[in-house]
Structures are given as C-alpha cells and as structure tokens.
C-alpha cells in the first residue's frame, strides 16, 4: 500500500529553524535586560536600542557560523530592515495611541450636532460641539481640491505630454513651491487680496492658500505617474487615428487614474492639518457659515488650537477630541479615495 507524501516547501521555515530564532529573541532581550540593569543606560529607549543591537549580533554570528559570510550579511542586512520598519510604525503607532486615549473622552454625540456660538472652550464638555469646525474644515478643502485639482493635473501633462518651450521654469517653479512655508502663502493671499481686495475674512481666502500649498504637490505627483505610462499605448493611440488630446484623454489618463488619485490623496493631507493660513484668512467662526464667500469660518486646525490656547482641562480635552476627528476625517477621505481609484470602485 503506497503512501502520499506531502510536497515540502523549502522556502518555509521549519520547526527547527523557529526554535532557533525563538531562542535569539529570548537570548537578546534577556542580554539587553541585563545590558541595561549594569550599565548607567536607563529607559526603554535604551532598552529598546540595545535589544535590537544584541539580536542583530546574535542573528548574524550565528547564521555566519551555519552557512558561512554570505548569510552572516544576509542576516545583517535582514535585521536592519526590520529595525527601520519598526522605527517607522513606532512613532505612528504612538501618535495614534496618544489621539485615542485623550481624545475618546472628549468625544459625545452632541459634539456632531452643536458649534460653539453659545459656549467657550473653558465650559462643560456637554456644551457646545464641532459641526462648525467640521463643515468648515469639508468646504476648505473640497474648493482646495476644486481649484487646485484641474491646474495640476493640466500642470503635469503640460510637463509630460505637451512639452512646450517652458518646461524647463514650470518645474523649477513647481519645485521649489513645494518648499515654501505654509505662512508664506497665508501671508501672500492676506497681503495680495484680503487687504487690498476683499478687507474681510472668509473661507474662500483661506481655501486660497491651501490652494497655492496643494498645487505643487499633485502637479509633481502626478508627473512621475504620468511619466510611468507606456509611450507605447500612445503610440497606439495615434496610430489609431487619434489627435493628442484625445489620446491623452481617453488613454493616459485612464491609465493613470489611481496614481492621479493617490497624487489627490497626497494634496489633501498636505492641506488637511495646516494652521498658520487659516489663522490669518478665515477668523476662526464659532458658528456654521454655509457661505465660504462672507462671513468668519471655523475649521478643526482653528479650534484646536483656540482649545489648547483656554489651557483648562475641558479644553484640552476639547482640542485633542477636534484632533481626533481631524485623525478620523483625513482616514475616512484617504479611503475613500483609494477605493474610487482600485478595480472596484471604477466598476
């Protein structure tokens, strides 16, 4: 009677090779223990640091005396990446620990439902709310992306598709406006328009400069996505009989939609937290403002920071509570963003 055997997979490691690098993890932390109990080391920072030196020495010598020089590297290598993407979720972890556990307190239903027209920061946390932050906070950025959008996608393919005489000062300028301080285009647009212009706050001034903040950004995104399509579906398109433009509208853009997305989404974060432009231009309302053309608008960033500014305990607990529904607000727009631009959104 034959018998079946099961195929082995090489690539995966086997009961062994657990318990050997088991073995490693508990050797290294029991040796960083240690490490830092005799040392003038102190904390978990040091703790933390002097573990993974131990088990990047203990994972390497021991691969090294296995399999020879190549392996000790490989390990090395392998143990380094690993540092690096901790180091990288540690920080985001512990902001989004940090947000939960003092903004949770502070949030209640009737926060969604109430501005604070008749209530102040320093009251009761069951007075008042952040309807007039939040709407305020949606209409900046969606005349953000209305104005900003279409100039830089257009900027892009004028980049990557038209080719024109001025390429060479468009991305010179589109680079270094990547750089400039959001205060800078808060004080442009005070400057330039408030003052001489229009001589009262609004939300459409302080969409202004998000606006000049957001452009760079998409248009520069976008580029290198752009620049990632195949010059061959526009050959292909040509040859169809096709004219530029519409070869690039039915062909490349289509191509290209998630990363153009993924550019949007980009944009939208670079804007969705900026302060120092909405201080300046909107006046920081208390009260929903349906008219982003007349009149002071809030918006999280300005409450925030007005909350944090009253300094008592219902405030603080106020702003970090705003924070955590920016936090929340910016994740509902990134995915909501990146499922229109996968397969099934599109269907």
Not at 56 to 83: C, E, H, P, Y
Not at 88 to 112: A, E
Not at 174 to 192: C, E, Y
Request: net charge positive; proline share 6%; glycine share 10%.
């Amino acid at each position: 009677m034959s018998t079946t055997v099961q195929p082995t997979k090489p690539w995966k490691a086997s009961t062994q090779d657990r318990l050997i690098d088991f073995s490693i993890f508990a050797g290294s932390l029991l040796a960083s223990y240690l490490i830092v109990e005799v040392t003038p080391m102190k904390g978990k920072l040091a703790l933390f640091a002097v573990f993974f030196l131990v088990y990047m020495f203990l994972t390497a010598a021991l691969k090294g005396l296995q399999r020879g020089n190549a392996a000790a590297k490989d390990a090395l290598v392998n143990s380094l990446v690993a540092i690096g993407a901790i180091v990288t979720v540690i920080p985001i972890g512990s902001i989004l620990f940090t947000v939960l556990q003092k903004g949770l307190p502070g949030i209640k239903p009737s926060i969604f439902t109430h501005d604070m027209s008749m209530a102040t920061p320093t009251d009761p946390l069951t007075n008042g709310g952040l309807l007039h932050a939040i709407t305020g906070t949606l209409t900046l950025v969606a005349l953000a992306l209305v104005m900003s959008v279409p100039i830089g996608i257009l900027t892009a393919l004028y980049l990557t598709e038209i080719k024109g005489r001025f390429i060479g000062p468009i991305r010179f300028l589109v680079q270094a406006m990547s750089g400039v301080p959001s205060i800078v285009a808060g004080l442009f647009i005070l400057s330039a328009i408030l003052y001489p212009i229009t001589k009262s706050y609004s939300g459409f001034m302080g969409a202004l400069a998000l606006t000049i903040l957001m452009i760079p950004t998409i248009a520069r995104t976008s580029e290198e996505v752009l620049n990632l399509i195949p010059n061959d579906l526009r050959e292909a398109g040509v040859a169809l009989g096709g004219t530029q433009w519409r070869t690039v509208a039915m062909i490349v853009l289509p191509a290209a939609k998630s990363g153009l997305i993924t550019a949007v989404i980009l944009g939208v974060a670079r804007i969705a937290g900026e302060t120092a432009p909405i201080l300046l231009l909107t006046g920081g309302g208390d009260r929903v403002n349906p008219n982003a053309f007349n009149g002071p608008m809030g918006s999280l960033p300005y409450y925030i920071w007005k909350s944090f500014n009253a300094g008592s305990p219902e405030a603080i607990t106020r702003a970090w509570a705003g924070l955590l529904v920016l936090v929340g607000l910016v994740l509902i727009l990134f995915t909501s963003a990146r499922y229109l631009g996968s397969r099934k959104g599109a269907k």
